[in-house]
């Protein structure tokens, strides 16, 4: 059984370890430390004892209920656990304790009553001022003790409780009874009795809780959802922190480095916020991906990213801090983003992409380039195969595929008309067609090579290539597509 426990001021690691010597024990919890922790460890408990609230944010309600969604029992006591566990025990979580109780129970209602300074983690986080709970529990026992009747025990919690809580101490309280007017007996009687019976009460109950844990373990938690909300998807995606290089790194950070640092920024940001208005407009539209298209995009992901097994998928799920839900949702989007894509070129069934393939290449500076490298080939082929509309071609498809994907880095990871239907052209017979024109202007141009080399050498040119005007054998096979013939749409 994994346990964490946030710890602080309340009681110290080495008291802790004596009672749960197993456990993994961290400072007091700020915001994003339990959804972090979630995720990056799995633990099967979080005792939460302590947390910040003044020099960091505190632990949100969200983040105890993503645990418990997540199948995380979670316990508090205390301190912020009482506190925060009191707001959620209603979705499972399980609080203990005099101080839980009294939240609980509404009698304890301010987050003051728990509030205390304390040094940092080289000293240990000891306290530096008094909890208000615990003044509450030393009053009361005074009374019980008889060194206090009831008016000067209300009397003295009112003066505590008056007090800013970073000045709260017993010192402080003996001074504002003096200051008040009590019998100097009275002060007199409550500092000896302070001596030896003052009530740490936080400090009792977190030995209490780790002790309940200690000798009978923790209880599964009973399902919950956690509503996204989004203030929640926020914390989730920007604060919540992933385990690189040995720090703990928020997902901000990653993001903003991303924007300061790569030079090819713009168009990752572009091409993400693109991606996001696909889903958005997808949400809009109910367009959903079912368990079948997600298993479809998950196998089309394995071989888009060159992953050999599952194995792997798995070691680049952590790699890039994912985890399985995660991945899971990951591939979901990219499904529902797929089908919006299809829909959409079916639409253009006549125009297809190549509008917008063409702005894009506009928009990254390449299309005088890729204009010009197209006319180029056009130009190769008018002068080495002027005839090649009319003629045929019945070289192998696949040999077709193997040779262009050998010369270029053109890799399909899918049956090829579902890649013909996606970039844009008609059909196979489309991509054929252009397969050989791209065949034929490489052999064009290693002919026109071959002659020009051997012409410099003295050769003769028409035996180091042949008739660069003659095309390859021809077949019957038409490699011409009807252009102008109406299609289906794709639906």
């Given at each position: 059984m994994t346990v964490f426990v946030y710890l602080g001021p309340t009681l110290t690691v080495a008291e802790a370890q004596a009672i749960l010597p197993d456990a993994t024990f961290l400072p007091p919890a700020a915001q994003a430390d339990i959804l972090s922790a979630v995720d990056q460890s799995h633990p099967d408990a979080i005792l939460l004892v302590d947390g910040v609230f003044t020099q960091a944010l505190s632990v949100w309600h969200k983040e105890i209920l993503y645990a418990l969604e997540r199948g995380v029992a979670v316990y508090g006591a205390s301190s912020m656990g009482a506190l925060r566990v009191a707001e959620t025990a209603a979705f499972g979580a399980v609080g203990m304790g005099r101080i839980y109780e009294g939240f609980a129970s509404g009698e304890l209602t301010d987050d003051d009553e728990v509030a205390v300074t304390c040094a940092t983690a080289e000293w240990g986080f000891r306290a530096l001022s008094e909890a208000m709970v615990n003044i509450r529990a030393t009053l009361a026992a005074a009374r019980e003790a008889g060194v206090l009747d009831?008016?000067?025990?209300?009397?003295l919690v009112g003066l505590a409780k008056a007090r800013f809580f970073p000045d709260r101490s017993f010192h402080r309280l003996l001074e504002d009874a003096a200051a008040a007017g009590f019998d100097e007996s009275v002060v007199a009687a409550l500092r000896a009795f302070l001596k030896t019976g003052a009530v740490d009460q936080k400090r009792e109950d977190a030995i209490a809780l780790l002790t309940?844990?200690?000798?009978?373990?923790?209880?599964?938690?009973?399902?919950?959802?956690?509503?996204?909300?989004?203030?929640?998807?926020?914390?989730?995606?920007?604060?919540?922190?992933?385990?690189?290089?040995?720090?703990?790194?928020?997902?901000?950070?990653i993001s903003s480095w991303a924007a300061l640092h790569l030079e090819d920024f713009r168009e990752f940001n572009e091409h993400a916020l693109h991606a996001s208005l696909v889903n958005v407009l997808g949400e809009l539209l109910g367009v959903e991906a079912d368990d079948e298209a997600v298993a479809a995009e998950r196998k089309r992901f394995v071989q888009d990213q060159r992953l050999g097994s599952e194995d792997e998928l798995a070691r680049w799920r952590l790699a890039n801090d994912l985890t399985e839900s995660e991945l899971e949702n990951f591939l979901r989007r990219q499904a529902v983003r797929r089908r919006l894509r299809d829909w959409l070129v079916s639409r253009k069934y006549l125009e297809r992409t190549t509008q917008d393939v063409l702005d894009e290449l506009r928009l990254r500076r390449r299309y005088p380039e890729t204009a010009d490298a197209a006319a180029a080939q056009q130009k190769v082929l008018e002068g080495a195969y002027p005839d090649f509309e009319s003629r045929g071609d019945d070289t192998d498809l696949v040999e077709l595929i193997r040779d262009h994907a050998h010369e270029t880095?053109?890799?399909?990871?899918?049956?090829?008309?579902?890649?013909?239907?996606?970039?844009?052209?008609?059909?196979?017979?489309?991509?054929?067609?252009?397969?050989?024109?791209?065949?034929?202007?490489?052999?064009?141009?290693?002919?026109?090579?071959?002659?020009?080399?051997?012409?410099?050498?003295?050769?003769?040119?028409?035996?180091?290539?042949?008739?660069?005007?003659?095309?390859?054998?021809?077949?019957?096979?038409?490699?011409?597509?009807?252009?102008?013939?109406?299609?289906?749409?794709?639906?």
């Open positions: 009831a008016a000067a025990h209300d009397k309940h844990v200690r000798d009978h373990g923790v209880v599964p938690p009973a399902p919950v959802t956690v509503t996204r909300s989004h203030p929640f998807q926020a914390l989730y995606h920007r604060d919540r922190r992933v385990q690189r290089k040995g720090v703990q790194v928020p997902l901000s950070d880095r053109w890799r399909p990871t899918v049956a090829l008309d579902t890649w013909a239907f996606e970039s844009g052209f008609k059909d196979v017979s489309d991509v054929r067609y252009e397969l050989v024109r791209a065949r034929l202007a490489r052999r064009a141009m290693v002919a026109a090579m071959e002659s020009l080399t051997g012409a410099l050498r003295g050769g003769p040119a028409a035996k180091a290539s042949g008739d660069p005007g003659s095309p390859p054998a021809a077949g019957p096979v038409s490699v011409s597509p009807p252009r102008s013939r109406p299609e289906e749409p794709r639906g």
